[in-house]
């Protein structure tokens, strides 16, 4: 037959509406091909079924000779698709299916796909079996063509051949891949509204089944299962929710029973689903990873027998996690992750790890890794989406954590140390963030070999605290302000418990003891925090009653043992002094809303105050709680020491500067009440250089200088450890650098008592990846040289051979030439530099090198003014005068 004939039979057969395939419409439209002969077995059949022979011809050669054309370009020759000829041809088969395929299924198949012909038969069943048989075959041959077989169009086609296949057959056809090429989604979808119709024979729905685990276990299949029941099985009952249909394929995949393989496969297919989906991140996208976390879910649920899936659901949310904890290479600058893989890391724990307990995988997986989370929040930018991620996943965790878990990870942050597999999984120490030209850009990477110190001041216990009262969890806020609470009253922080549960040398003991200082330091802190944090004002006030019987018994506790040790008790007299500062405003407001409940606490402060072991500081604290109501009720205003304390709490820059002013004149003046409250003013003032404006922090500055007068090594101490805590933000630690400086230049000389402090903490910063850090480092030691007279003799190896580094190796040219000052400026004022022979030498050459190989003509000056004071001291030092020379012979002066 000609192609053009064969076109204009196409044509005719697509233009038919649904009432128009009838048996004389169809006769007319292949009156053109009557001169076909058919097979002698066909001759006497019916009218019907030769109409059907006849298109099976037609469709078998259109499809071999008009649907792709040859077009001859230049020497070559190209094939075609002619998409109006394939609209047509793919009408035409559905048409055809309606009046062969579908019309000699069994009744109970016959109602899966559209069917609009105006045609019926009646034949035997041996003569149905083989017709069908004959419309299968000719069916597979023209589903051969994969143009046909994946085109959407053909959908009823799909089901109704395979149904016929599995009418016929009475097995899997799924292992003997008899179906044609069909994509995924199709069979599946075939083969549930196949196993779905009503009637079906009971030994061919167990094949089904058993094909449609077949499926599911195969490379693709969880995906397509899932895209077919979500989006395409009860498209039309809206009544069933979409989290239904994900507890419906959990079952299905989830379920013991199944072999090793098919869990793996499924497994790995819903990872790399589920990453695709969180990508994504449509609704529609969104559906499909909720069904992949509802999977995995069931998946860890299962006993310990699958073991295996559990470890491979770890590895897949936690692998590159582990990797920070532990990277593989160590050599300073390696890149270990950059921040699109870090970020999709993160976006998919959030997805799996956020919401209802129900709608995510199990909290106790982010356990392990809560304290390398907390790292990476206070070291991410808070503009980044990936931190706000990192603080829906530490809140999600803490919150469905019970009060004794929650405690032992309180207690591991506060301590610094592993409980069971609470920080188990730590960010490594050489580990820090890399910024490129913006926040936005940045990778992680290894940092050179860190201060053997640095770990003391890497305490996590704040960055909890900044992650709570950014969330609105305030019941998680009072649970862990309770164990705060508990570990300040209970806890050991004197020396004597340090030395009784430790056998230490003094090195050791000194170390240890710094160390307490600052976990009670960070502890006191974070109480402020909280209890300042007005969106907890509401739950601390009205559900007192826990917090109230916590500190009248640890009161009790610590006024009896403080009245029987006397002056040997002044550990519980700090702890007491504390806990007032802290707990003053919550006395003063709770006993003006309900006086009651605090009687047996102002009782107790009552009868401390009478007694002999209760300081100045401590009666005017216990004065100011005990009058409270008092006051309240003659008309008096707030103490002059409360009112600049609330002025510095404010957000506004002026009233903190206001409030900043009247605290320095109070402590210059040195009033009772501001002195006891010396420890909530220095948390404040540190709290204050934060702020971005200028005028604001330099009060803070003044303020702290101010502080020394009644608090001043603990004022020193935690300046060093604010500014080595790597935790805290570059601009707040230069803050605090500049503080440093003004405060020992108040002590003046008495400052040398901390000299090895100071000195050791500006020369840590010396080795800051960032810059500017390193310059203000490195100002901030020749600062501390000059008002400590340069009395640095212990030190001037180690500051030597610190300058010569950042001179040599350093590519910031202001920390070049901040190094060479520095060295200039120590050898023109240290005295008796001439004690340091052995190292003149090498001084001498590395000046000399500079001024030879630098090419910087700023640095060079530096170098050569340098080697300038040196020939000066040693032509000094070699140079004798004899007037100051004593001859002796024979042991008698000449």
């Given at each position: 037959?000609?192609?053009?004939t064969?076109?204009?039979?196409?044509?005719?057969?697509?233009?038919?509406?649904?009432?128009?395939?009838?048996l004389?419409k169809?006769?007319?439209?292949?009156?053109?091909?009557q001169?076909?002969s058919?097979?002698?077995a066909?001759?006497d059949?019916d009218?019907?079924?030769k109409v059907?022979?006849r298109?099976?011809v037609?469709l078998?050669?259109f499809a071999?000779?008009?649907?792709?054309?040859?077009?001859?370009?230049?020497?070559?020759?190209?094939?075609?698709?002619?998409?109006?000829?394939?609209?047509?041809y793919?009408t035409a088969?559905?048409h055809?299916?309606?009046f062969t395929?579908?019309?000699?299924?069994?009744?109970?198949?016959?109602?899966l796909?559209?069917?609009?012909?105006q045609?019926?038969?009646?034949v035997e069943?041996?003569?149905?079996?083989?017709r069908l048989s004959?419309?299968v075959?000719?069916?597979?041959?023209?589903?051969?063509?994969?143009?046909?077989?994946?085109?959407?169009?053909?959908?009823?086609?799909a089901?109704d051949?395979?149904a016929?296949?599995?009418?016929?057959?009475?097995?899997?056809?799924?292992?003997?891949?008899?179906?044609?090429?069909?994509p995924?989604?199709?069979?599946f979808?075939?083969?549930?509204?196949?196993?779905g119709?009503?009637?079906l024979?009971?030994?061919?729905?167990?094949v089904l089944?058993?094909d449609?685990?077949?499926?599911?276990?195969e490379?693709g299949?969880?995906p397509?299962?899932?895209?077919?029941?979500?989006a395409?099985?009860?498209k039309?009952?809206e009544?069933a929710p979409a989290w239904?249909?994900?507890?419906v394929?959990?079952?299905?995949?989830?379920?013991?029973?199944?072999?090793?393989?098919?869990?793996r496969?499924v497994?790995?297919?819903?990872f790399?689903?589920y990453?695709?989906?969180?990508e994504?991140?449509?609704?529609e996208a969104?559906?499909y990873?909720?069904?992949?976390i509802?999977?995995l879910k069931?998946?860890?649920?299962?006993p310990?027998a699958?073991?295996?899936?559990?470890?491979?659901?770890?590895?897949y949310?936690f692998?590159d996690f582990?990797?920070?904890?532990?990277p593989?290479?160590l050599?300073?600058?390696?890149?270990?992750t950059?921040r699109?893989k870090l970020?999709?890391?993160?976006?998919?724990?959030?997805?799996?790890?956020?919401?209802s307990?129900l709608?995510?995988?199990?909290?106790s997986?982010?356990?392990?890794?809560?304290h390398?989370f907390?790292?990476?929040y206070?070291?991410?930018?808070s503009?980044?989406e990936?931190h706000?991620?990192?603080?829906?996943?530490?809140?999600?965790?803490l919150?469905?954590?019970?009060?004794?878990e929650?405690?032992?990870?309180?207690?591991?942050?506060?301590?610094?140390?592993r409980?069971?597999?609470?920080?188990?999984?730590?960010?490594?120490?050489?580990?820090?963030?890399k910024h490129?030209?913006?926040d936005?850009?940045?990778?992680?990477?290894?940092?050179p070999l860190?201060?053997?110190?640095d770990?003391?001041t890497d305490?996590?216990?704040?960055?909890l605290?900044?992650?709570?009262?950014?969330?609105?969890?305030?019941?998680l806020i009072y649970?862990?302000?309770?164990?705060?609470?508990?570990?300040?009253?209970?806890g050991?922080?004197?020396?004597?418990s340090?030395r009784s549960?430790l056998?230490?040398d003094?090195?050791e003991?000194?170390?240890?003891l710094c160390?307490?200082?600052y976990?009670?330091?960070?502890?006191?802190q974070?109480l402020?925090?909280?209890?300042?944090?007005?969106n907890?004002?509401?739950?601390?006030?009205d559900?007192?009653?826990?917090?109230l019987?916590?500190l009248?018994t640890?009161l009790t506790?610590?006024?009896?043992?403080?009245?029987?040790?006397?002056?040997?008790?002044?550990d519980g007299?700090?702890?007491?002094?504390?806990v007032?500062?802290?707990f003053?405003?919550?006395?003063?407001?709770?006993?003006?809303?309900?006086?009651?409940?605090?009687d047996g606490?102002l009782?107790l402060?009552?009868?401390?105050?009478?007694?002999?072991?209760?300081?100045?500081g401590?009666?005017t604290?216990?004065?100011?709680?005990?009058?409270?109501?008092?006051?309240t009720?003659?008309?008096?205003?707030?103490?002059?020491?409360?009112n600049?304390?609330?002025?510095?709490s404010?957000d506004?820059?002026?009233?903190?500067?206001?409030g900043?002013?009247?605290?320095?004149?109070?402590?210059q003046?040195?009033d009772?009440?501001?002195?006891?409250?010396?420890?909530?003013i220095?948390?404040l003032a540190?709290?204050?250089?934060?702020?971005?404006e200028s005028?604001?922090?330099?009060?803070?500055v003044?303020?702290l200088?101010?502080?020394?007068?009644?608090?001043?090594?603990?004022v020193?101490d935690?300046l060093?450890k604010?500014?080595?805590?790597?935790?805290?933000?570059?601009?707040?630690r230069?803050?605090?650098?500049e503080?440093?400086?003004k405060?020992v230049?108040?002590?003046?000389?008495f400052?040398?008592r901390y000299r090895?402090?100071?000195?050791?903490?500006?020369?840590?910063?010396?080795r800051?990846?960032v810059?500017?850090?390193?310059?203000?480092?490195?100002?901030?030691?020749?600062?501390?040289?000059?008002?400590?007279?340069?009395?640095?003799?212990?030190?001037f190896?180690?500051?030597?051979t610190?300058?010569?580094?950042?001179?040599?190796?350093?590519?910031?040219?202001?920390?070049?030439?901040a190094?060479?000052?520095?060295?200039?400026?120590?050898?023109?004022?240290?005295?008796?530099l001439?004690?340091f022979?052995e190292y003149?030498l090498?001084?001498?050459?590395?000046?000399?090198h500079?001024?030879a190989t630098?090419?910087?003509?700023?640095t060079?000056?530096?170098a050569?003014v340098?080697?300038?004071?040196l020939k000066a001291?040693?032509?000094?030092?070699?140079q004798?005068?004899p007037?100051?020379l004593?001859?002796?012979?024979?042991g008698?002066?000449?």
């Amino acid at each position: 037959m000609e192609v053009k004939t064969l076109r204009e039979v196409i044509i005719s057969t697509a233009s038919l509406k649904p009432k128009e395939i009838t048996l004389l419409k169809l006769e007319g439209l292949l009156n053109v091909v009557q001169w076909h002969s058919f097979p002698a077995a066909e001759a006497d059949t019916d009218v019907l079924w030769k109409v059907a022979l006849r298109y099976f011809v037609v469709l078998t050669e259109f499809a071999e000779k008009g649907l792709i054309e040859t077009h001859e370009k230049l020497s070559q020759s190209e094939e075609v698709i002619n998409l109006h000829d394939l609209t047509h041809y793919l009408t035409a088969i559905d048409h055809v299916r309606q009046f062969t395929l579908h019309l000699y299924l069994p009744k109970e198949l016959r109602g899966l796909s559209k069917y609009e012909a105006q045609l019926m038969v009646m034949v035997e069943e041996p003569e149905r079996v083989r017709r069908l048989s004959y419309c299968v075959a000719q069916f597979r041959q023209l589903f051969d063509n994969k143009m046909v077989a994946l085109h959407p169009r053909m959908e009823d086609s799909a089901i109704d051949f395979i149904a016929a296949c599995y009418n016929l057959s009475k097995a899997s056809l799924v292992e003997e891949g008899k179906l044609p090429t069909f994509p995924k989604e199709r069979v599946f979808r075939s083969l549930l509204v196949i196993k779905g119709s009503p009637g079906l024979q009971l030994e061919l729905a167990q094949v089904l089944h058993s094909d449609l685990l077949q499926l599911t276990g195969e490379p693709g299949g969880f995906p397509a299962l899932c895209r077919t029941l979500l989006a395409e099985v009860g498209k039309g009952n809206e009544n069933a929710p979409a989290w239904h249909k994900s507890e419906v394929i959990a079952k299905i995949v989830c379920s013991k029973g199944h072999t090793k393989k098919f869990y793996r496969q499924v497994l790995a297919d819903c990872f790399e689903f589920y990453r695709w989906a969180t990508e994504t991140g449509t609704d529609e996208a969104l559906r499909y990873a909720a069904t992949c976390i509802e999977c995995l879910k069931r998946f860890y649920q299962l006993p310990a027998a699958y073991r295996e899936l559990h470890e491979r659901i770890e590895s897949y949310f936690f692998a590159d996690f582990r990797t920070l904890a532990a990277p593989k290479e160590l050599v300073t600058g390696c890149v270990v992750t950059e921040r699109l893989k870090l970020m999709s890391n993160v976006l998919i724990c959030n997805m799996a790890f956020t919401g209802s307990t129900l709608s995510s995988l199990p909290s106790s997986m982010l356990v392990p890794y809560l304290h390398m989370f907390l790292k990476l929040y206070s070291m991410l930018p808070s503009t980044l989406e990936e931190h706000l991620h990192l603080q829906n996943m530490l809140v999600f965790c803490l919150n469905n954590r019970s009060k004794q878990e929650l405690k032992q990870i309180v207690n591991s942050l506060l301590l610094n140390r592993r409980e069971g597999e609470i920080g188990r999984y730590i960010l490594h120490p050489r580990m820090i963030i890399k910024h490129g030209d913006n926040d936005a850009n940045y990778n992680l990477q290894i940092a050179p070999l860190p201060n053997d110190d640095d770990s003391e001041t890497d305490n996590l216990l704040p960055v909890l605290v900044a992650v709570l009262k950014a969330s609105n969890r305030n019941l998680l806020i009072y649970d862990t302000f309770l164990t705060l609470l508990n570990e300040l009253m209970t806890g050991s922080w004197t020396e004597e418990s340090v030395r009784s549960k430790l056998l230490l040398d003094d090195v050791e003991h000194e170390r240890v003891l710094c160390g307490r200082f600052y976990q009670k330091y960070v502890l006191i802190q974070s109480l402020m925090d909280l209890i300042s944090h007005r969106n907890f004002h509401t739950q601390l006030y009205d559900s007192p009653g826990e917090i109230l019987k916590i500190l009248t018994t640890s009161l009790t506790n610590l006024i009896d043992g403080t009245n029987e040790m006397g002056a040997a008790g002044s550990d519980g007299a700090e702890v007491l002094e504390i806990v007032l500062s802290i707990f003053q405003e919550f006395f003063q407001e709770q006993c003006i809303r309900q006086r009651q409940e605090v009687d047996g606490i102002l009782k107790l402060l009552e009868r401390y105050r009478n007694s002999a072991a209760c300081s100045d500081g401590l009666k005017t604290q216990i004065n100011l709680i005990c009058n409270t109501s008092t006051a309240t009720g003659d008309g008096e205003s707030e103490s002059a020491c409360q009112n600049a304390l609330s002025l510095c709490s404010d957000d506004q820059p002026y009233c903190k500067v206001y409030g900043t002013t009247l605290l320095l004149k109070l402590l210059q003046e040195r009033d009772p009440e501001t002195v006891a409250q010396r420890h909530r003013i220095l948390i404040l003032a540190l709290a204050n250089l934060r702020d971005e404006e200028s005028y604001a922090f330099l009060n803070s500055v003044r303020l702290l200088v101010a502080l020394c007068s009644v608090l001043e090594a603990e004022v020193v101490d935690a300046l060093v450890k604010e500014y080595l805590n790597e935790n805290n933000e570059v601009d707040y630690r230069l803050k605090i650098g500049e503080a440093t400086v003004k405060t020992v230049e108040t002590l003046g000389a008495f400052a040398v008592r901390y000299r090895d402090a100071l000195l050791n903490c500006f020369l840590t910063g010396t080795r800051h990846a960032v810059d500017e850090f390193r310059t203000s480092s490195l100002s901030n030691v020749g600062s501390m040289c000059r008002m400590l007279s340069y009395q640095v003799h212990h030190f001037f190896y180690e500051l030597f051979t610190t300058l010569e580094s950042i001179v040599t190796t350093d590519s910031y040219l202001p920390a070049r030439r901040a190094a060479i000052l520095v060295l200039s400026q120590l050898l023109e004022g240290i005295d008796g530099l001439m004690d340091f022979q052995e190292y003149l030498l090498l001084i001498y050459r590395f000046l000399k090198h500079v001024i030879a190989t630098d090419r910087d003509d700023v640095t060079k000056l530096q170098a050569a003014v340098a080697l300038d004071h040196l020939k000066a001291k040693t032509k000094d030092f070699l140079q004798i005068n004899p007037d100051d020379l004593e001859r002796r012979m024979f042991g008698k002066v000449i």
